[in-house]
T-cell receptor
Framework: GIQVEQSPPDLILQEGANSTLRCNFS?????LQWFHQNPWGQLINLFY???GTKQNGRLSATTVATERYSLLYISSSQTTDSGVYFC???????????FGAGTILRVKS | GAGVSQTPSNKVTEKGKYVELRCDPI?????LYWYRQSLGQGPEFLIY????????DSGLPNDRFFAVRPEGSVSTLKIQRTERGDSAVYLC?????????????????FGEGSRLTVL
């Protein structure tokens, strides 16, 4: 099956700093989503981005489907950005997603 | 409600017992999913419903696990003869069914999960 690798596995930031999280995948995909799991366990959908670039406030994401990677950018980080960021992909369209292991982000004030 | 609702939020049971977990998806979402998340890992797909029927149950680990969605809205995940290894957070999610061919279900929205502990 398709493999998803996320890097870095852990990241500690000072509040206000910027960061880039990476997701590599082993096969072509038609579905790619980024999620944030907050410290209480709630998974929040950040982006549905099988290709191209999207922005939502301080967050933006870019997927280069031909090169099989996606990037999540966090600018001016805040303590509320802490949690685990997951990339999830699917070859098809049905949301039968394969998740990466996640990047644990800690933002310190 | 506005989001995906799951009950119970926590369930502690003894090995060998039967458990039911309930999910109420976002109103209007025809696609419903169950995922399972073990500690320190990403969620893993279990089963997917399109309407009332299970479109894909390939992620169910064995025949002790079963899920239903009789009226195309609320779903129940049923686990028989629970084992300690079943302990995990069971996540329900829903999405719209798009009208393209093949249909694009778009963004997936998760509930807060049901944490199952089997003693």
């Amino acid at each position: 099956g398709i493999q998803v690798e996320q890097s870095p596995p852990d990241l500690i930031l000072q509040e206000g700093a910027n960061s880039t999280l990476r997701c590599n995948f082993s096969d072509s995909v038609n579905n790619l989503q980024w999620f944030h799991q907050n410290p209480w366990g709630q998974l929040i959908n950040l982006f549905y981005i099988p290709s191209g670039t999207k922005q939502n406030g301080r967050l933006s994401a870019t997927t280069v489907a031909t090169e099989r990677y996606s990037l999540l950018y966090i600018s001016s980080s805040q303590t509320t950005d802490s949690g685990v960021y997951f990339c999830a992909v699917e070859r098809g369209y049905g949301n039968k997603l394969v998740f990466g292991a996640g990047t644990i982000l800690r933002v310190k004030s | 409600g506005a989001g995906v609702s799951q009950t119970p939020s926590n369930k502690v049971t003894e090995k060998g017992k039967y458990v039911e977990l309930r999910c109420d998806p976002i109103s209007g979402h025809t696609a419903l999913y169950w995922y399972r998340q073990s500690l320190g890992q990403g969620p893993e797909f279990l089963i997917y419903f399109q309407g009332t029927g299970a479109a894909d149950d390939s992620g169910l680990p064995n025949d002790r696990f079963f899920a239903v969605r009789p009226e195309g809205s609320v779903s129940t995940l049923k686990i028989q003869r629970t084992e300690r290894g079943d302990s995990a957070v069971y996540l329900c999610a829903s999405s719209l069914q798009g009208d393209r061919d093949p249909p694009n279900t778009g963004e997936l929205f998760f509930g807060e999960g049901s944490r199952l502990t089997v003693l």
